[in-house]
């Protein structure tokens, strides 16, 4: 079965810094790889996903992840944070097979001071 | 168009007592998923039903906790005789079917906050 790692519990920058939230995964075959985002008082909401092709993805609101297969990586990343980016992100990965579960890591709270 | 609904999105219950959770995928969304979240756990995967396919029940924590999916739609999520560990916020997310060659996001609902007393 897959699992998911995300290295930061708790992040917080101030307006205008770059971001990077790490991702590990841990499955031997190939995946589907996916960042959503919760805002507080919201639901989760999907931010970007990797299903095949480049490896480096650009999803909503100017959040990129780039796929390094290599490292069995998915790292989010932002040039520029602002501070509505304050929300709980979630990486997951999903098996790329005909039934396969999504596995979610166990976020980062992103706190962003402006 | 609607969303992912779920009900009641608070209920408070006492130990010992059983509840329902409901769940109203987006219509045409033949997967749907039973998450729960508690602080510092993330999302912790529970229960997924996939068409008429046999449901993949393998996180679903005890033998306290089932589920059912009438019909393709509709989905309950039962806890029997809650502990209040089962304190978290139980989330349902559907989608169109998933397979080899074709994915799709999950749209997830806002969510039932259970606190057992």
């Known amino acids: 079965a897959q699992s998911v790692s995300q290295h930061n519990h708790h992040v917080i920058l101030s307006e205008a810094a770059s971001l990077e939230l790490g991702c590990n995964y841990s499955y031997g075959g190939t995946v589907n790889l996916f960042w959503y985002v919760q805002y507080p008082g919201q639901h989760l909401q999907l931010l970007l996903k990797y299903f095949s092709g480049d490896p480096l993805v650009k999803g909503i609101k100017g959040f990129e992840a780039e796929f390094i297969k290599s490292k069995f990586s998915f790292n989010l990343r932002k040039p520029s944070v602002q501070w509505s980016d304050t929300a709980e992100y979630f990486c997951a990965v999903r098996a790329n097979s005909g039934y396969s579960t999504l596995t979610f890591g166990k976020g980062t709270m992103l706190l962003v001071s402006p | 168009g609607a969303g992912v609904s779920q009900s009641p999105s608070n209920k408070v219950t006492e130990k010992g007592k059983d509840v329902e959770l409901r769940c109203d995928p987006i219509?045409?969304?033949?997967?749907l998923y039973w998450y729960r979240q508690s602080l510092g756990q993330g999302l912790e995967f529970l229960i997924y039903f996939q068409g008429n396919s046999a449901p993949d029940k393998s996180g679903l924590p005890s033998d306290r906790f089932s589920a059912e999916r009438t019909g393709g739609s509709v989905s309950t999520l039962t806890i029997q005789r809650t502990q209040q560990e089962d304190s978290a916020v139980y989330l349902c997310a559907s989608s169109r079917p998933q397979g080899i060659s074709y994915n799709s996001p999950l749209h997830f609902g806002n969510g039932t906050r259970l606190t057992v007393t």
């Open positions: 219509s045409g969304h033949t997967a």
